[in-house]
Nanobody, 119 residues
Framework: QVQLAESGGGLVQPGGSLRLSCKASRLTFSNYAMSWHRQAPGKERELVATITSAGGSSNYADSVKGRFTISRDNAKNTVYLIMSSLKPEDTAVYYC????????????WGQGTQVTVSS
């Protein structure tokens, strides 16, 4: 079955940086738009960033614009989220999502990786 494996989370001080990775397997990666979402304790899951299947376009939540960058390497079946100038309010479990560019029912989630921003 399709697998999305996130990595790169951890504990970081405010103002620090992290790079999250999500490696996909058992799907044709270049057919999927990819996105990162996050869920903080007691809050709903929210969209953080998206990137189109070919990587030509990306979008960000207002709360992370200018601080986070989403990118992808279709040769490695991997999407990245580079996070800088991290704030305590960025603390959450970060999830990777893959959605087929034309078959909406093909929608997959990873297990998540914890990011904690604290001094």
């Amino acid at each position: 079955q399709v697998q999305l494996a996130e990595s790169g989370g951890g504990l970081v001080q405010p103002g620090g940086s992290l790079r999250l990775s999500c490696k996909a397997s058992r799907l044709t990666f270049s057919n999927y738009a990819m996105s990162w979402h996050r869920q903080a304790p007691g809050k709903e899951r929210e969209l953080v960033a998206t990137i189109t299947s070919a990587g030509g376009s990306s979008n960000y939540a207002d709360s992370v614009k200018g601080r986070f960058t989403i990118s992808r390497d279709n040769a490695k079946n991997t999407v990245y989220l580079i996070m800088s100038s991290l704030k305590p309010e960025d603390t959450a479990v970060y999830y990777c999502n893959a959605r087929h560019s034309s078959i909406r029912s093909l929608d997959f989630w990873g297990q998540g990786t914890q990011v904690t921003v604290s001094s």
